[in-house]
Nanobody, 126 residues
Framework: QVQLVESGGGLVQAGGSLRLSCAAS????????MGWFRQAPGKEREFVAG????????YYADSVKGRFTISRDNAKNTVYLQMNRLKPEDTAVYLC???????????????????WGQGTQVTVSS
C-alpha cells in the first residue's frame, strides 16, 4: 500500500510562488509516473502536471504551462510542484497521485492513477 502526503500549500498573493511536496511511504515510487491534480469548489478534479518515472519527461496542462514545474527526487521518494506567477484561478486543493503501472508513460486521466494523497489547500488572493 502506498501513502502519499502533500505539504506546502497556503495563502499567497497573486504573482507569488509556492512549492508543494508529495512524500510517499509504503513503496518506492521510482518506477511509477506521478501526477499533480487540483480541485476547486464546485469543479471537477483536473490534471495539472505529470512526470515520468525517471523524471526525464514532463507534461503540463495549458493553464499552468510556463508557470509550474514538476520534478521528483526518487532517492527521497518525493515529488514536487513549483508554482510561480500564481493567479486567483489557481486556487484549489492540490493532490498528488501515483500511477499504478510501473514504467508507464505520463497520463492525464484520473482513473489511471491508483494512489492519491489527501491534498493541500492553495489559496491565491487578488
Amino acid at each position: 500500500q502506498v501513502q502519499l502526503v502533500e505539504s506546502g500549500g497556503g495563502l499567497v498573493q497573486a504573482g507569488g510562488s509556492l512549492r508543494l511536496s508529495c512524500a510517499a511511504s509504503g513503496r518506492t515510487l521510482s518506477r511509477y509516473p506521478m501526477g499533480w491534480f487540483r480541485q476547486a469548489p464546485g469543479k471537477e478534479r483536473e490534471f495539472v502536471a505529470g512526470i515520468s518515472w525517471s523524471g526525464g519527461m514532463t507534461y503540463y496542462a495549458d493553464s499552468v504551462k510556463g508557470r509550474f514545474t514538476i520534478s521528483r527526487d526518487n532517492a527521497k521518494n518525493t515529488v514536487y510542484l513549483q508554482m510561480n506567477r500564481l493567479k486567483p484561478e489557481d486556487t484549489a486543493v492540490y493532490l498528488c497521485a501515483a500511477d499504478g503501472e510501473a514504467w508507464g508513460g505520463i497520463t492525464t486521466r484520473r482513473d489511471e492513477y491508483d494512489y492519491w494523497g489527501q491534498g493541500t489547500q492553495v489559496t491565491v488572493s487578488s
